[in-house]
């Protein structure tokens, strides 16, 4: 039986060759939502805005594993900038 990290695919009728495990390339939209800690919501917006990529096959809409990485990169470059703070909320009086 093969471990967590090789998979057996046939070749042929006569042979096996071993694959090393491979990441999904495309996940469904309750995937990449669950992926990125959103809402199916938030995650078809972001997907009819155009910062996630995903297409049809047959009925099903497959996201790309891909997009959801660059996504999360563009994110932490918008993210890395200093946040302007404003004075904040008044103090009461006492």
Same mark, same amino acid.
Request: aromatic content about 4%; hydrophobic content about 35%; overall charge positive.
């Given at each position: 039986?093969? $471990?967590?990290?090789?998979?057996?695919?046939?070749? +042929?009728?006569?042979? #096996?060759? #071993?694959?090393?495990?491979?990441?999904?390339?495309?996940?469904?939209?309750?995937?990449? #939502?669950?992926? @990125?800690?959103?809402?199916?919501?938030?995650?078809?917006?972001? @997907?009819?805005?155009?910062?996630?990529? +995903?297409?049809? $096959?047959?009925? #099903?809409?497959?996201? @790309?594993?891909? +997009?959801?990485?660059?996504?999360?990169?563009?994110? @932490?470059?918008?993210? +890395?900038?200093?946040?302007?703070?404003?004075?904040?909320?008044?103090?009461?009086?006492?």
């Amino acid at each position: 039986m093969p $471990d967590n990290t090789t998979l057996m695919m046939p070749h +042929s009728r006569r042979q #096996a060759v #071993a694959v090393e495990a491979l990441s999904p390339l495309v996940v469904p939209p309750k995937v990449a #939502a669950a992926m @990125l800690g959103y809402g199916l919501t938030r995650t078809y917006a972001l @997907l009819k805005a155009g910062e996630l990529k +995903s297409y049809v $096959d047959g009925g #099903a809409r497959r996201v @790309l594993v891909r +997009s959801i990485t660059e996504y999360i990169e563009r994110k @932490l470059e918008t993210d +890395s900038k200093p946040a302007r703070r404003g004075p904040g909320r008044p103090r009461k009086a006492t």
